[in-house]
Nanobody, 125 residues
Framework: QVKLVESGGGSVQAGGSLRLSCAAS????????MGWFRQAPGKEREGVAG???????SYADSLKGRFTISQDNAKNTLYLQMDSLEYEDTAMYYC???????????????????WGQGTQVTVSS
């Protein structure tokens, strides 16, 4: 029943911005722990950002405030605003959802049960 569909990826020059969307269905995303992850070729999947049921957000330290996660409860959609993009941000970006509380605010991929198919972000330098 749970389905996540990412969109908004594309090609952008370094310094530009993109906003990714994740449309959720089969559940109310604001009642789950939601997150964004990315995986570049040859690298492990890494956590980007998370948002709790209460709206508390967390980010990977390496992003240094360039990314912002948010939710639109009315549209049941998760967003990732990406600013000041760098070549190193090039990756497949995934949204994920977890109904449990056992992992707290962890951004470890293993803490999330439901995943989208991903959307590609390519940053040119």
């Amino acid at each position: 029943q749970v389905k996540l569909v990412e969109s908004g990826g594309g090609s952008v020059q370094a310094g530009g911005s993109l906003r990714l969307s994740c449309a959720a269905s089969g559940f109310t995303s604001s009642t789950y722990y939601m997150g964004w992850f990315r995986q570049a070729p040859g690298k492990e999947r890494e956590g980007v950002a998370g948002i709790t049921r209460t709206g508390s957000t967390s980010y990977a330290d390496s992003l240094k405030g360039r990314f912002t996660i948010s939710q639109d409860n009315a549209k049941n959609t998760l967003y990732l605003q990406m600013d000041s993009l760098e070549y190193e941000d090039t990756a497949m970006y995934y949204c994920a959802a977890e109904r449990g509380y056992g992992c707290g605010r962890s951004l470890r991929p293993g803490c999330f049960t439901y995943w989208g198919q991903g959307t590609q972000v390519t940053v040119s330098s």
